[in-house]
């Protein structure tokens, strides 16, 4: 079993609908990343958060230290936000291990 | 805006043949990561650097793979001889180094297709 889970591993949305990506993991963590991933491969990261919830716009990211599991939510969605997220934990060292990402399509 | 940068963007090479990986961190970051990413799933961690040092290589395969920071900027990561399953795309990262706060930035990665 890896030790981050991430759910589903494809989403298909139509433009505008609201969009939950769930993260599970099984190790203690000293944060945990949100990151995005477009096609060619480069990576950019979108939250870190140890407790509690962050917004950046239209993106909103949740944890739950006690049930080890955090979710990534879009709301309005658009078909610039298609891509692969990626969650990510960070353990001793600043050590990230990655779930396999959720692969995003936005239709419009 | 500041920027990881790593050369090439793509690289094609037949398996037994030596390539290098260039990384060059944003200015100031002092710990450096590489890491390999098979399609279809999420990168690993290859190596990371404090500075010039070797802070974890537990998953750097040693005995094709070698990576060194000399003067704890730059980085090159290289695979002697190259093998058909080392197709993948290596991203290079960089922090500021400082655990549970610490937003790694990633460069736009090398394609590797060994042949």
């Known amino acids: 079993k890896n030790e981050v889970e991430q759910s589903p591993q494809n989403l298909t949305a139509q433009e505008g609908e609201f969009i939950t990506i769930n993260c599970s993991y099984s190790?203690?963590?000293?944060?945990l990343h949100w990151l995005q991933q477009h096609p060619g491969g480069g990576i950019v990261s979108l939250f870190m958060l140890s407790s509690g919830k962050k917004k950046h716009g239209r993106l909103i990211a949740t944890i739950n230290i006690q049930e080890k599991h955090s979710s990534l939510h879009i709301t309005a969605s658009h078909p610039r936000d298609s891509a692969v997220y990626i969650c990510a934990v960070e353990t001793s060292g600043s050590r990230l291990t990655f779930g396999e990402g959720t692969q995003l399509t936005v239709n419009p | 805006e500041a920027e990881v940068a790593q050369s090439p963007r793509y690289k094609i090479t037949e398996k037994s043949q030596a390539v290098a990986f260039w990384c060059d961190p944003i200015?100031?970051?002092?710990?450096l990561y590489w890491y390999r990413q098979i399609l279809g799933q999420g990168p690993e961690l290859l190596v990371q650097f404090q500075d010039e040092s070797v802070v974890d290589d537990s998953q750097l395969p040693k005995d094709r793979f070698s990576a060194e920071r000399l003067k704890g900027v730059d980085s090159t990561l290289k695979i002697q001889p190259a093998e058909l399953g080392d197709s993948a795309m290596y991203l290079c990262?960089?922090?500021?180094?400082?655990?549970?706060?610490?937003?790694?930035?990633f460069g736009p990665g090398t394609r590797l297709t060994v042949l």
């Open positions: 200015s100031g970051h002092a710990t």
């Open positions: 190790v203690g963590i000293s944060a």
């Open positions: 990262a960089s922090s500021l180094g400082s655990p549970g706060a610490d937003t790694q930035y």
